[in-house]
């Protein structure tokens, strides 16, 4: 089949397989969100407020930790096949949740929803990264960040709404006709070319340290501080685990001919700084997500509805700026793009740091809103521009790294802000911080995202030279290797 025919294959039928994606995608941003509103309902039905937390946590680990291995195996076993898997940890993850009788089964189900959405996440922003044109690609981006945006919005709302007038089941049970809608087009619409050649092996043993590795450090940072001190036997002895089984993942990895995850791919500039950029855009964003809705709550005095509009306006800027940052790139490149990004992203956080016990929420909305539209300039296109450097065989992997990368830096920005936070203020019996030290404490983690955003910006100056319309023609087509019946 030559390229242009493909390419007007894939045309006419791309729409249903974006709305599959979007649909994928809904599951694991609802599923981030859905259920703070609703934890204490469900602590006080199942009987075990201490083991709240792990609904969290479960999640998170089981997401970071399977997203690197599932976007290699895309690579390896295709994506059709990975994203299906996906959906299908997910409804029964969500089966499981809705019909749980313990905390346990509620955790262990968390644990299955983590798996599916380490899977929908990569393998679903590569298949948009397969199907449409290196013009396109930045809209496709926006509108499955849009889909991130109305989840920050609508998710705690309708778990709230949920808990208090149904069931806190209907969280999860809402998942199903999801499930059942994106697998539905999937099978139908989307088909992969057979791929010619031998398939490479599995790397089993490199995917056991991965997993035992980052398992072990995500462990440590996400509960060091919280359910142990950080100089507690516990917290020393889970991240020396993770240190050694990710040193002993690293040596493999460098001499293995198939690894699981090549970390020679990150040699490469055009890859490995969007890596290094992803990890500090999580760190950016999760502390900011953690953080705003506490200063707004614990200092302004105001609601949990108002908190999160504050929030909220990052998550509205976000996909706002994705969604046309394709202009951007194509005319001035991914790193003059980046590069305005993170001006953006410096501002904004450095107008966090004239927030006091007096400003006003809406200046608060005002100021995540600038970061949302850096972000939206800086993550999309850095991630497209490594998705458009490799090969259709690495671009699972590229984009699995990259979202690990980010899950990483969520995890190390919470613990570090946490810590600061913790040292400073005292905190009420639901765990929330407060106290008059709480103000100079949320100074400190504002300048620390200002450090990190000015890193953010040097990052962006070091990325590649390079002009998309001056790009080989191959990147204003759809992969042939990607179809459609």
């Not at 007007?8 to 969100?33: F, N, Q």
């Not at 898997?85 to 189900?109: N, P, Q, R």
């Amino acid at each position: 089949m030559s390229a242009t025919t493909s390419a007007v294959g894939l045309r006419s039928e791309r729409g249903p397989i974006l709305l599959a994606l979007m649909l994928s995608t809904a599951l694991v941003a609802l599923d981030a969100t859905i259920i703070a509103t609703a934890s204490a309902t469900i602590a006080r039905d199942l009987g075990s407020f201490a083991q709240v937390p792990w609904l969290f946590s479960a999640y998170l680990l089981a997401q970071a930790v399977s997203t690197p291995l599932f976007g290699r195996l895309a690579d390896v076993l295709g994506r059709k096949r990975l994203i299906l898997a996906g959906v299908g940890f997910f409804l029964v993850g969500s089966v499981l949740c809705g019909a749980a009788w313990s905390m346990s089964a509620l955790i262990v189900g968390r644990v299955l929803q983590g798996l599916g959405a380490g899977a929908v996440m990569p393998v679903s922003l590569t298949i948009a990264a397969d199907i449409y044109t290196l013009q396109e690609r930045a809209k496709t981006q926006g509108y499955l960040a849009s889909v991130w945006a109305i989840s920050s919005v609508v998710g705690p709302t309708l778990g709230g709404v949920f808990s208090e007038f149904l069931s806190w089941r209907w969280i999860f049970w809402i998942n199903l006709p999801l499930c059942f809608g994106a697998a539905t087009m999937l099978v139908l619409k989307y088909h992969e070319s057979a791929r010619e050649g031998d398939r490479e092996p599995i790397d089993y043993l490199g995917a056991a340290l991965l997993t035992g590795g980052s398992t072990l450090m995500l462990l440590g940072l996400l509960e060091g501080g919280t359910s142990w001190a950080w100089a507690s036997t516990p917290s020393v002895l889970i991240l020396a685990g993770a240190a050694l089984l990710l040193a002993a993942f690293t040596a493999h990895a460098l001499r293995s001919a198939h690894p699981i995850l090549d970390l020679r791919l990150l040699r490469r500039r055009v890859v490995g700084v969007p890596t290094a950029i992803s990890l500090l855009v999580g760190v950016i964003v999760l502390a900011l997500s953690t953080y705003v809705p506490i200063y707004a709550q614990g200092v302004l005095g105001v609601g949990p509805l108002i908190a999160g509009f504050a929030l909220a306006a990052m998550m509205v800027g976000w996909p706002l700026a994705a969604t046309n940052a394709g202009r951007v790139y194509l005319a001035l490149g991914f790193r003059f793009t980046s590069m305005i990004g993170s001006t953006f992203v410096v501002v904004g956080t450095a107008l966090t740091l004239l927030l006091g016990a007096h400003s006003n929420v809406i200046m608060v909305g005002i100021f995540t809103f600038v970061v949302g539209i850096g972000m939206g300039l800086t993550a999309v296109p850095t991630l497209i521009a490594a998705q458009s450097s490799a090969e259709f065989t690495e671009r699972g992997a590229v984009t699995g790294v990259n979202m690990f990368a980010r899950s990483l830096g969520s995890a190390v920005g919470v613990a570090i802000c946490g810590a600061i936070i913790n040292s400073r203020t005292a905190v009420t019996p639901d765990g929330t911080p407060a106290g008059p030290g709480l103000m100079a404490a949320l100074h400190i983690v504002f300048g620390l995202l200002v450090f990190v955003a000015v890193v953010l910006a040097v990052l962006a100056v070091l990325m590649p030279a390079d002009h998309p319309r001056r790009q080989p023609a191959r990147t204003s087509q759809p992969d042939e290797a990607a179809t459609t019946a």
